[in-house]
């Protein structure tokens, strides 16, 4: 992974290679240096198959029970009747007037997840008044490796991440005004501003966004009075309308929020429901596979002692373990976008600083790669 400075241009050099010196190894580094991959990146559609081939594996032994399709009317409290006390179940009544009472009800339903606002959860966090653009592009060739790629943008950061068949996924964080600009482009001009973003000067860029059209007209233009070292950069996207996945552009705003708790009785959240993070780590998802990881062993070790897997005592352990680490990780992807967000001054001459320090230190990097893979 390159990783640089649009200010600046300091960069950083991400593999396991240069990865020396570690004061200490996690249990997974030293597979990861030998196959010298950094992370995985796969599409939702691999995930969200997996799952489904996992569900009708447990429709099959009668363990899973599948409503779909429908919907969740609405959760409510049961009551207290002569032959069950359900008064601290969740009653959830289904789209097709179908009700369900819950020992465990697990919020995996999003950052406005009703479950959270079943259970009275609050969350505390703010705004980032950015928005993500995503699209999947056609690279001009093949990479001779997957290597990813972001930079560092005043207005926010753009990433380039490789995938099979010279296909990449362009995740770009900018103001909402630019976002709406880059949506209205043509295919072509849009395939341009991608292009600038990792090669134009960040005043460069500024200037592209205020134009309606002719971005492409005005790369090729700018790219004569650049210098530009290939070596440094991704390998361009087809500039034609060829070049956009067809139906791929969107946008959505970018905001940090965490719940107060994971838990409440016979309620769990995990993933987007307990916390949203800024994109520029690409760690939300993995956040959420911990979240579900950690969740799962919890109701395992309950089942097994025979407890109640729904009560707030049996729960604790949960939110004690992922808790005080989605906090780490949320702190750290917020500290990253306010640090990059300047333009001029001493904290751009510490940044260009620092970052030149963890590309000559391996052992820093490879602390780094350990956390974020």
Known sequence: MSVWDGVTGQQIHFDWMSANGLPFMPPSV???????????????????????????????????????PTTVGSIDLGTDTQHFDL?????????????????????????????????????????????GVVATLQLESTPDSATAYQRFLPT??????????????LVWSTTPANASVLKSLSADDFVAMVNA??????????????????????????????????????????????????GSIASFPLRLRHAAEYTGERVALVGDAAHTVHPLAGQGLNLGLADVKSLAQTIGDVAERGGDIGSTLS????????????HVMLGVCDKLHKLYSWQSGPVVAARHLGLGLVERWGGLKGLIMGSAG
């Open 156 to 169: 926010g950061p753009i990433a380039l991440l490789p995938f099979p068949n010279n296909l990449a996924t």
């Open 30 to 68: 030293p597979n990861q240096i030998n196959g010298q991959t950094i992370a995985t990146m796969t599409e939702n559609n691999n995930i969200t198959g997996a799952l489904m081939q996992a569900l009708d594996l447990g429709k099959a032994d009668s363990r899973t029970t599948l409503f779909s």
């Open 197 to 246: 973003a990792f090669r134009l000067s960040h005043v460069d860029l500024e200037f592209m966004h205020t134009i309606s059209s002719g971005q492409a007209d005005e790369l090729a233009w700018r790219e004569k009075h650049t210098p530009i070292d290939p070596s440094l950069v991704p390998l361009r996207v087809i500039q034609s309308d060829q070049g956009v996945q067809a």
């Open 315 to 326: 729960l604790e352990p949960y939110g004690a373990d992922r808790y005080a680490k989605n």
């Open 87 to 131: 008064s601290s179940w969740p009653i959830l009544t289904l789209s097709s007037g179908a009700k369900l009472a819950a020992r465990l009800l697990v919020g995996a339903d999003g950052p406005n997840s009703p479950v959270r606002a079943f259970a009275g959860i609050k969350t505390h966090g703010w705004d980032y008044e950015r928005h």
